[in-house]
């Protein structure tokens, strides 16, 4: 195969300050870079992952039944820095979406600043997937604010020993 795998993704955005603050200072993504106009963003593996191009504050919001990204994905570390996502998101005041288990991998969904779609996942092993030859055929519910107090109560218990 020719491709392997997607190199960075570029987002315009009304407020380049705005959006700024959401990536790096809610999804921890470190600003490695910038023009006038533009920042660049990295998750720690690669050179950037997300590129911010400013287009002003009159930039139209595209119709949901247009062409264009529906959203994109973030990877996150573990299940336990899924929760901790979610939580942090909450406490930010941002709306989250229900967890879902995708088979392939356990997430939730956010919009930043100017309304992209942010998915947060953490991918499943292929034990996960279970026996159907398409696993992406159905999603389940993944109830976040559970796994949140299990984690909790993890914590809890390390401390106490």
Request: charged share 25%.
């Amino acid at each position: 195969m020719l491709i392997h795998g997607i190199n960075h993704i570029v987002l315009k955005v009304r407020d380049l300050e705005a959006s700024d603050r959401f990536y790096r200072e809610i999804l921890n993504l470190r600003l490695v870079g910038q023009r006038p106009g533009m920042r660049f963003y990295s998750a720690g593996a690669h050179h950037h992952d997300l590129a911010l191009m400013q287009v002003g504050t009159g930039a139209a919001v595209p119709a949901s039944r247009e062409t264009g990204l529906a959203h994109f994905c973030l990877n996150v570390v573990d299940e336990a820095a899924l929760v901790e996502l979610y939580r942090k998101c909450l406490d930010a005041g941002i709306a989250v979406s229900d967890g879902v288990d995708h088979r392939v991998m356990r997430a939730f969904y956010i919009l930043d600043p100017d309304g992209h779609v942010v998915e947060l996942g953490v991918d499943m092993p292929v034990e996960h997937w279970g026996s159907d030859p398409n696993p992406y055929s159905v999603d389940k519910p993944y109830p976040l604010d559970v796994a949140s107090q299990t984690e909790k109560k993890k914590n809890a218990q390390r401390r106490s020993d």
